[in-house]
């Protein structure tokens, strides 16, 4: 009888500890992640733009991708056809040559009592204005100068010249002495440019003219 009693006594706490341990081993598995419980993986939706209406690319115009050059008839609007000649670049140079020289020549005669150089130093006057020596040279001669002051103007004053926007000061010339001076007659012609011979008048606008009398 002790020994049933004392086997009772034990018994109780005995079942207990192993329900609790059964209990925490229960719950401790069920926190355990499965294969088939795993949450999907969240992305970000891609952002898809909206279509964009372009006309098709003609074949000719897709060029080379190596390359990156235009083929077939569309060669043309890249090439040298569209692009200025070096003729073109050299004309252009001049122009903006005699205007900058015609700028030094009226920065003179406001200087100087409202008169212009002397015919035959007006290049050496005008340097301090210009302070290139290129600008006293038309760009496709590589020997000379080229460009000849109007020796009628010698002294003069501009303010009592009428029509000056028709009046000649400095103009592109077949003498390429760097002071050359003369009434037109060494104008080239034919122009020495394509499209003509470079000229500055009196009222300081340059241009380009035929051969010729410019007017």
């Known amino acids: 009888m002790k020994a049933a009693t004392r086997l009772g006594r034990w018994a109780l706490p005995l079942i207990m500890g192993l329900l609790v341990v059964v209990a925490m081993g229960v719950l401790w598995y069920g926190r355990q992640p499965r294969g088939d419980d795993t949450p999907p993986e969240r992305t970000v939706p891609e952002l898809k733009q909206p279509p964009v209406d372009r006309p098709p690319r003609p074949p000719e115009a897709r060029g080379s991708r190596r390359s990156g050059r235009p083929q077939g008839r569309f060669r043309g609007m890249y090439g040298p056809g569209m692009l200025p000649s070096q003729r073109d670049l050299d004309q252009q140079q001049c122009v903006q040559r005699v205007a900058r020289l015609g700028g030094a020549l009226l920065m003179y005669a406001m200087d100087y009592d409202d008169r212009l150089p002397p ?89 380009s003219t035929p051969a010729g009398r410019p007017r």
């Open 119 to 207: 015919a035959g130093r007006w290049a050496d006057r005008t340097f301090q204005y210009v302070q290139l020596e290129e600008y006293f040279q038309c760009p496709t001669l590589k020997d000379g100068y080229g460009f000849a002051y109007h020796s009628n103007l010698d002294r003069a004053r501009p303010s009592r010249l009428p029509i000056p926007a028709r009046t000649i000061l400095l103009f592109e010339s077949s003498a390429q002495a760097r002071n050359a001076t003369d009434a037109e007659e060494s104008l080239c012609n034919p122009p020495r440019h394509q499209i003509g011979n470079s000229v500055v008048y009196l009222d300081g606008h340059a241009a």
